[in-house]
């Protein structure tokens, strides 16, 4: 494909390449980002600038004055994908009400769980408090620890507010009689999808350039079923559920999103040519649902082999669509390839009720009370909260102002690559909302 403004081939990076080969494919790039900038400051029209963003690889940034990366950053979110809006909470399909709202103000339940959980938690209340967002919290402890009666006032918080965020629960690996109650919160709850968009930031090292996937995974059935047992000593059942109910409202989301936010192709992750039923099932499901939505692309792809193409081309993704075991394991190495646990944040949503959290669930125990724990994660949680109470003003202002933190003042944690706290980062983007809210006052 050729560039029409510097007549340079861009084609995609795939496949291993010797040091020569990447050598000369990133003075090639470098050359195209600067031809591709001076462009850029000879045209006018916003639709002819969408259309010459598509060929500019951002990790060329950091070799360009940052007035250029701003410069960028000037066209609207809708129209751009990898400027400075890039992990602003997408458009989350369907109209609900919320249940807690007086004054002009929502309540929402806090779980801080274990872990780097309570911290964080903390890191959001002073956010949301710096920027005068409109959330009042009723906190409620639930953690690993089983207490009488803590799952129980969890469940009718939730219930009562309709929204939560929250840390991880831990979950006892030796204990068999032992539950997760993450996994009991989503399905007591029916928290039937869990979203998480996977996208690359500028100035953070990773892999591959030019990520932008959604994962949208079904939460409430599968093997997370929690249905085994021991028939014999040494012969184990576990029972895989699957439900054409289920599975169904879960394609109608991953279709409708994409819909909602433009978005070219879903893509179906399954293991149909094992698991002939269970899989077979899901497949077909989807398959027919992707008639009715002829302007999106669909296709299908079995789950190692997804896998397999995720870590090698992850650009040719979009939004996938995955039963709760492949969801839980694609997510985990799509939030790697952007830069880690860290960063990525995930909505669990059901018709009634919607749980904000990390997107890899995490607790996160090594690095708690430390200071060390990226909060980036945490706060993107916090901001698709903000998206999906309607208040978009506030939502809007904490996500690029994390997002100057940490492309253009590059307050990076050590997971990341840097060596600044999660406090550092957590200052910064509170000078950053404060600049931000005096540039553009709430009208």
């Known amino acids: ?122 890191h959001i209340k002073n956010i949301f408090s710096f920027c005068h967002a409109p959330i009042n919290f009723e906190e409620v402890q639930v953690s690993s620890s089983l207490l009488d009666g803590d799952m129980d006032a969890a469940l009718l918080a939730i219930e009562r507010n309709g929204v939560a965020i929250k840390g991880n629960i831990e979950t006892k690996h030796d204990d068999p009689q032992f539950n997760s109650r993450n996994v009991e919160l989503r399905t007591k709850l029916d928290l039937y999808a869990n979203i998480l968009h996977c996208v690359t930031i500028p100035t953070v090292p990773s892999r591959h350039a030019g990520i932008d996937i959604v994962l949208i995974r079904e939460n409430t059935e599968g093997e997370y079923s929690g249905l085994e047992h021991e028939t014999v000593p040494g012969i184990v059942e576990s029972i895989k559920i699957v439900t054409r109910e289920k599975i169904e409202r879960i394609s109608r989301m991953a279709f409708e999103y994409a819909k909602a936010n433009g978005r070219k192709k879903v893509t179906a992750v399954h293991k149909a040519n094992i698991q002939k039923l269970g899989d077979g ?14 302007d999106i692309k669909f296709e299908a792809m079995i789950v190692d082999n997804a896998s397999m193409q995720l870590v090698s081309k992850p650009q040719q993704f979009d939004v996938m669509v995955m039963p709760n075991l492949y969801g839980n394991i694609i997510s985990n190495i799509a939030c790697g390839l952007v830069g880690g646990p860290g960063l990525v944040s995930g909505m669990n949503l059901g018709d009634k009720y919607a749980v904000f959290e990390t997107g890899t669930r995490n607790t996160g125990t090594s690095l708690a009370g430390k200071d060390i724990a990226n909060p980036t994660a945490f706060i993107r949680a916090s901001v698709d909260m903000l998206r999906y109470l309607g208040c978009h003003y506030h939502a809007n202002i904490i996500s690029d102002a994390l997002w100057k933190a940490l492309v253009e003042q590059k307050i990076h944690t050590k997971d990341i690559g840097g060596s600044n706290s999660a406090s550092d980062v957590v200052n910064a983007t509170l000078i950053n909302i404060e600049k931000l809210m005096e540039e553009n006052p709430k009208k």
């Open 281 to 294: 099932l899901f497949l077909k499901v989807v398959r027919d649902m992707s008639e009715e939505y002829k």
């Open 1 to 122: 494909m050729l560039c029409s403004a510097c007549q340079l081939s861009c084609l995609p990076r795939e496949g291993a390449k010797s040091n020569s080969e990447i050598q000369r494919e990133e003075e090639q790039g470098a050359r195209l980002f600067f031809l591709l900038r001076d462009h850029w400051k000879k045209i006018s029209g916003v639709e002819e600038k969408i259309s010459l963003i598509a060929f500019i690889d951002f990790r060329f940034v950091e070799k360009s004055p940052i007035s250029d990366f701003r410069m960028f950053s000037k066209l609207p979110f809708q129209a751009v994908r990898g400027t400075a809006s890039a992990i602003r909470t997408h458009q989350i399909p369907g109209h609900r009400l919320p249940l807690a709202k007086y004054g002009g103000r929502h309540t929402v339940c806090t779980l801080p769980g274990d872990g780097i959980g309570p911290e964080m938690i903390a």
